[in-house]
C-alpha cells in the first residue's frame, strides 16, 4: 500500500479553517460580510467573553430556504460564483464557500433563516464540522448564526489566543471598519450586553465616523472627492491636529471591501507630507470604486491583501486628493465654542497687509536667495546630510530620520496594531508633490487670518491679534517654512540637469549586490545618476543630478545606490523635498533672536503668502490660536 492517501473531510475542514479563521475576530469578518452579500440593511453583532464564549450576527437580508440552508455548509459552495470568468469581475465580498464550513469545523454553530414571505424558516445545528440537526424555525427574514465555543476541539489554536481584551479589540475594529465602509447600513455592536457601537445607517459617512471616532474628532474629518477615468475616490481626512501614533486609524475601502496595501497608506502619508511630524499618522476614511478586473483580492483567503492595475495613476489619485483636500483647509486649531464678536481697536485696524509694502521685508528677495543658495559651493551651513529614505518625512534640523520609512515600502497597519475604534472620542492634541505643487502660493485658496501685531516673547514668539483671540507663532518655524516653499520654487523653476564629474567617483560592493545594481542601472539613469560597471565588483559614478549638494556628491551618490537596491522605486522629489527642508531649518532665525518691528510684520506678510502657512516642513505648528471666549473663561469674564 502506498504512503499517500486521502485526507477525512472533516480533517480537510480544520486544516482550511486554520487559514480564514485565525481568531474570533475572522469569524465576525466572516459572517458580517455574508449578510452584507445577502443585502441586509441593518446588522447586529453581539459576543461574550470576546468572542471566546458566543458570536451572533444577525441581519435583516434575503435569507436561505432549507436547501441553502443545508448547501452553505458545504465546502466551495457558494452563491457567488457560478463561471471561471466571475473570478476576475467579483462583485461581493465573499466567494470561496469557505467560511461557513470553516468555522462550523472548529466551533458549535447554529444557522437560522428564512426567505421573505416564507411561512417558516430553518434551523442548522453543526458540531465539530459534524451536521446534527435541521429543523423548522420561526418565520423571521433574514440569518442569525450563532458561534459557541470556538475551538473547542483544536486545544492548540484555543491556547494560543490572547486575553479577552485583546480578542475584543479586534473584533471591535473589524466591526468598526465594516461601518465606515457601509454608512448606508445600520450597525449595532455589544459585547456582554453592553452596547459598544450604533451606527444610524443613514449613508452618511461623517455620521458612521462620528459614531466610530466621537462627535469631536468627527469634526476634524475633511472631505475628499478625486476622480478619473478609472478610479473614483470618495472619503474623509482628518487634520492634522487629530493625528494618531498609529496607522491604524487609517482605512482604505475598495469596492466596499477593507484592503490592507503598503503602497496606498504611503499614498495617503504622502498627501500629508510637511503636515506631520515623525511617527504621527493620520485619520483617514478612504473609499476607492473601480471596474473589478482592476484589483484583484483573491491573494490570501482573508482577502485584505490586494493587488491592482494601473497602480501608479491610482496613487497618484489618492496623494493628490489627500493634498488638496488639506490645502483648502486652515489648519489652526479652531476655537472649541464660537468667539463672541469683538470690536478691535482703532489703531489696530489701521494695520494691514497693504500697507506693509513700505516696510522692509526680510523675504523680499527670499526666491533670489534661496536659488543663489544652491548655487551655491560654499556655504557649509545650508549643506544636509542625505536622508535615509527617500518617503520620510524630514525630521528635526534635517538629521537622516532614525526609523526607515521606506519609498513604496511601508507595511500595511496589522490586526496586532490596530485600534479598538468604538467611542474613541477624539484625541489630545507621486512620487512626492511635485515640488511647483508644494511652493505655488498663487494657487492657494486659503484663507489666512489676518492679524495684527502686538510684538515678541522671550525673542522665539510673535504675538499677534484679531477679533477671534490671541495667535502665536514660531518664528524659526514661520521663516522655515517661508524658506522651504522658496527653495522648492527655486528647484521648480530651474531644469533638471545632469552635473557631469571630472574624476569619477568609484563604489565598490559585495557580489550579490553588485550583480543586483547591474539590474537597476536603468532606474539609477532615471534618478539621474550616470553609473557604469567598473570591474567584476565595482561601479563608477561619471554624473550626477545638479542638486546635489557641494561637496557631499561622492556620499549622496552611494546613498543613493543604496535606495535603489533597497526599495523597488525611489522618489527624486521626496530626496529633494528632504534637502529643501534641512537647508531651510539652517538658514531660518534662530530661537531667542530679538527681532524688529518691522522685520516681524515681513515675516508676517511672507508666512501668508505660503501654501501651506500651519506647519514647518517637519510637521510642527507654526501658529497656535488662543481663542477670545478662552481668555475670557480664563479671567473669569463668562462662566
Given at each position: 500500500?502506498?504512503?499517500?492517501?486521502r485526507?477525512?473531510?472533516?480533517?480537510?475542514?480544520k486544516?482550511?479553517?486554520?487559514?480564514v479563521?485565525?481568531?474570533?475576530?475572522?469569524?465576525?469578518k466572516?459572517l458580517?460580510?455574508?449578510?452584507?452579500d445577502?443585502?441586509?440593511r441593518?446588522?447586529?453583532?453581539?459576543?461574550?467573553?470576546?468572542?471566546?464564549s458566543?458570536i451572533?450576527?444577525r441581519?435583516d437580508?434575503?435569507?436561505?430556504d432549507r436547501?441553502d440552508?443545508?448547501?452553505?455548509?458545504?465546502r466551495?459552495?457558494?452563491?457567488k460564483?457560478a463561471r471561471?470568468?466571475?473570478l476576475?469581475r467579483?462583485r461581493?465580498?465573499?466567494?470561496?464557500?469557505?467560511a461557513?464550513?470553516s468555522i462550523?469545523a472548529?466551533?458549535?454553530?447554529?444557522?437560522?433563516?428564512a426567505?421573505?414571505?416564507?411561512?417558516a424558516?430553518?434551523?442548522?445545528t453543526?458540531?465539530?464540522g459534524?451536521?446534527?440537526t435541521?429543523?423548522d424555525?420561526?418565520?423571521r427574514?433574514?440569518t442569525?448564526v450563532t458561534?459557541?465555543?470556538?475551538f473547542?476541539?483544536?486545544p492548540a489554536?484555543l491556547?494560543?489566543?490572547?486575553?479577552v481584551?485583546t480578542?475584543?479589540?479586534?473584533?471591535?475594529d473589524c466591526?468598526?471598519r465594516?461601518a465606515?465602509?457601509r454608512?448606508?447600513?445600520?450597525f449595532?455592536?455589544a459585547?456582554?450586553?453592553?452596547r459598544?457601537?450604533?451606527t444610524?445607517?443613514?449613508?452618511?459617512l461623517?455620521h458612521?465616523?462620528a459614531?466610530?471616532?466621537?462627535h469631536?474628532t468627527?469634526k476634524?474629518?475633511?472631505?475628499v472627492?478625486?476622480?478619473s477615468?478609472d478610479f473614483?475616490?470618495?472619503?474623509l481626512v482628518?487634520?492634522?491636529e487629530v493625528?494618531r501614533?498609529s496607522?491604524?486609524?487609517i482605512s482604505v475601502?475598495?469596492?466596499?471591501?477593507y484592503v490592507?496595501n503598503?503602497s496606498?497608506l504611503?499614498a495617503v502619508?504622502?498627501?500629508y507630507?510637511t503636515l506631520?511630524?515623525?511617527?504621527r499618522y493620520p485619520?483617514?476614511?478612504?473609499?476607492?470604486e473601480?471596474?473589478?478586473?482592476?484589483?484583484?483580492v483573491?491573494?490570501?483567503?482573508?482577502?485584505l491583501?490586494?493587488r491592482?492595475?494601473?497602480?501608479?495613476?491610482?496613487l497618484?489619485?489618492i496623494?493628490?486628493?489627500?493634498?488638496?483636500?488639506?490645502?483648502?483647509?486652515?489648519l489652526?486649531?479652531a476655537?472649541?465654542?464660537?468667539?463672541?464678536p469683538a470690536h478691535?481697536?482703532?489703531?489696530?485696524?489701521?494695520m494691514?497687509w497693504?500697507?506693509?509694502?513700505?516696510?522692509r521685508?526680510?523675504?523680499?528677495d527670499?526666491?533670489r536667495?534661496?536659488a543663489?543658495l544652491?548655487?551655491?559651493?560654499?556655504?557649509?551651513?545650508?549643506?544636509?546630510?542625505?536622508?535615509?529614505t527617500?518617503?520620510?518625512r524630514?525630521?528635526d534640523?534635517?538629521?537622516?530620520?532614525?526609523?526607515?520609512d521606506a519609498a513604496?515600502h511601508?507595511?500595511?497597519?496589522?490586526?496586532?496594531?490596530?485600534?479598538?475604534?468604538?467611542?474613541d472620542?477624539?484625541?489630545?492634541?507621486d512620487?512626492?508633490?511635485?515640488a511647483a505643487?508644494?511652493?505655488?502660493?498663487a494657487g492657494?485658496t486659503?484663507?489666512f487670518?489676518?492679524l495684527h501685531?502686538?510684538?515678541?516673547l522671550?525673542?522665539?514668539?510673535?504675538l499677534?491679534?484679531?477679533?477671534?483671540?490671541l495667535?502665536?507663532?514660531d518664528?524659526?518655524a514661520?521663516?522655515?517654512?517661508?524658506?522651504f516653499?522658496?527653495?522648492l520654487?527655486?528647484?521648480?523653476e530651474?531644469?533638471?540637469r545632469v552635473?557631469?564629474l571630472?574624476?569619477?567617483?568609484?563604489v565598490?560592493l559585495?557580489?550579490a549586490?553588485?550583480?543586483a545594481l547591474r539590474?537597476?542601472l536603468?532606474?539609477?539613469?532615471r534618478l539621474?545618476?550616470?553609473?557604469?560597471?567598473?570591474?567584476?565588483?565595482a561601479?563608477?559614478v561619471r554624473?550626477?543630478p545638479?542638486?546635489?549638494?557641494?561637496?557631499?556628491?561622492?556620499a549622496w551618490?552611494e546613498?543613493?545606490?543604496?535606495l535603489v537596491?533597497t526599495?523597488?522605486?525611489?522618489?527624486?522629489?521626496?530626496l529633494?523635498q528632504h534637502?529643501a527642508?534641512?537647508?531651510?531649518?539652517?538658514a531660518?532665525?534662530k530661537?531667542n533672536?530679538?527681532l524688529?518691528?518691522e522685520?516681524?510684520?515681513a515675516?508676517?506678510?511672507?508666512?501668508a503668502?505660503c501654501r501651506m502657512p500651519y506647519t514647518?516642513?517637519?510637521?510642527?505648528?507654526?501658529i497656535v490660536?488662543?481663542?477670545t471666549?478662552?481668555?475670557e473663561?480664563?479671567?473669569?469674564?463668562?462662566m
Amino acid at each position: 500500500m502506498g504512503k499517500i492517501q486521502r485526507l477525512d473531510d472533516r480533517l480537510i475542514d480544520k486544516i482550511a479553517a486554520g487559514e480564514v479563521v485565525e481568531r474570533p475576530a475572522s469569524v465576525v469578518k466572516e459572517l458580517v460580510e455574508n449578510a452584507l452579500d445577502a443585502g441586509a440593511r441593518r446588522i447586529e453583532v453581539f459576543v461574550e467573553e470576546g468572542g471566546l464564549s458566543r458570536i451572533t450576527v444577525r441581519d435583516d437580508g434575503e435569507g436561505m430556504d432549507r436547501d441553502d440552508c443545508r448547501l452553505a455548509f458545504e465546502r466551495h459552495a457558494t452563491s457567488k460564483l457560478a463561471r471561471e470568468r466571475d473570478l476576475f469581475r467579483i462583485r461581493t465580498l465573499g466567494f470561496r464557500g469557505e467560511a461557513l464550513p470553516s468555522i462550523a469545523a472548529v466551533s458549535r454553530v447554529v444557522l437560522t433563516s428564512a426567505p421573505r414571505g416564507a411561512a417558516a424558516g430553518t434551523r442548522v445545528t453543526v458540531e465539530g464540522g459534524r451536521l446534527l440537526t435541521v429543523e423548522d424555525a420561526p418565520a423571521r427574514t433574514g440569518t442569525e448564526v450563532t458561534v459557541r465555543d470556538l475551538f473547542y476541539n483544536t486545544p492548540a489554536r484555543l491556547k494560543h489566543l490572547k486575553s479577552v481584551h485583546t480578542e475584543l479589540g479586534h473584533i471591535t475594529d473589524c466591526v468598526t471598519r465594516f461601518a465606515l465602509a457601509r454608512p448606508d447600513i445600520a450597525f449595532a455592536y455589544a459585547h456582554n450586553k453592553s452596547r459598544l457601537l450604533a451606527t444610524p445607517g443613514d449613508g452618511a459617512l461623517k455620521h458612521a465616523a462620528a459614531a466610530v471616532y466621537g462627535h469631536q474628532t468627527a469634526k476634524h474629518l475633511v472631505p475628499v472627492r478625486a476622480e478619473s477615468l478609472d478610479f473614483r475616490l470618495t472619503g474623509l481626512v482628518g487634520r492634522p491636529e487629530v493625528s494618531r501614533a498609529s496607522r491604524g486609524y487609517i482605512s482604505v475601502f475598495v469596492n466596499g471591501r477593507y484592503v490592507k496595501n503598503a503602497s496606498l497608506l504611503r499614498a495617503v502619508l504622502d498627501g500629508y507630507r510637511t503636515l506631520l511630524p515623525v511617527h504621527r499618522y493620520p485619520i483617514a476614511i478612504l473609499h476607492l470604486e473601480m471596474d473589478p478586473e482592476l484589483v484583484d483580492v483573491n491573494v490570501h483567503p482573508a482577502k485584505l491583501e490586494v493587488r491592482f492595475g494601473k497602480e501608479d495613476a491610482l496613487l497618484a489619485l489618492i496623494r493628490d486628493a489627500v493634498g488638496d483636500a488639506l490645502a483648502g483647509e486652515v489648519l489652526i486649531p479652531a476655537p472649541t465654542k464660537p468667539a463672541r464678536p469683538a470690536h478691535p481697536r482703532a489703531e489696530q485696524v489701521a494695520m494691514r497687509w497693504g500697507a506693509l509694502d513700505a516696510a522692509r521685508r526680510i523675504g523680499a528677495d527670499v526666491a533670489r536667495e534661496a536659488a543663489a543658495l544652491f548655487a551655491s559651493s560654499g556655504s557649509p551651513s545650508a549643506d544636509a546630510d542625505p536622508p535615509s529614505t527617500d518617503g520620510a518625512r524630514p525630521n528635526d534640523e534635517g538629521a537622516p530620520p532614525e526609523a526607515p520609512d521606506a519609498a513604496q515600502h511601508t507595511e500595511a497597519p496589522s490586526q496586532a496594531d490596530a485600534p479598538a475604534h468604538a467611542h474613541d472620542a477624539g484625541t489630545q492634541p507621486d512620487p512626492a508633490p511635485d515640488a511647483a505643487a508644494e511652493a505655488n502660493p498663487a494657487g492657494s485658496t486659503r484663507p489666512f487670518p489676518e492679524l495684527h501685531l502686538i510684538g515678541q516673547l522671550h525673542g522665539t514668539y510673535i504675538l499677534a491679534q484679531n477679533p477671534d483671540g490671541l495667535f502665536l507663532i514660531d518664528q524659526h518655524a514661520a521663516q522655515e517654512r517661508v524658506w522651504f516653499e522658496a527653495i522648492l520654487r527655486a528647484y521648480a523653476e530651474e531644469p533638471l540637469r545632469v552635473q557631469p564629474l571630472l574624476v569619477p567617483h568609484t563604489v565598490e560592493l559585495p557580489p550579490a549586490e553588485a550583480e543586483a545594481l547591474r539590474q537597476r542601472l536603468d532606474e539609477l539613469r532615471r534618478l539621474r545618476l550616470d553609473v557604469e560597471p567598473f570591474g567584476p565588483h565595482a561601479f563608477a559614478v561619471r554624473a550626477h543630478p545638479h542638486w546635489f549638494p557641494h561637496g557631499e556628491e561622492a556620499a549622496w551618490a552611494e546613498h543613493l545606490i543604496r535606495l535603489v537596491l533597497t526599495h523597488p522605486h525611489v522618489d527624486e522629489a521626496a530626496l529633494r523635498q528632504h534637502l529643501a527642508a534641512s537647508r531651510a531649518c539652517k538658514a531660518a532665525i534662530k530661537a531667542n533672536r530679538y527681532l524688529t518691528r518691522e522685520e516681524m510684520e515681513a515675516l508676517l506678510a511672507d508666512l501668508a503668502q505660503c501654501r501651506m502657512p500651519y506647519t514647518c516642513p517637519h510637521g510642527r505648528p507654526v501658529i497656535v490660536h488662543v481663542t477670545t471666549y478662552e481668555l475670557e473663561k480664563w479671567f473669569k469674564r463668562v462662566m
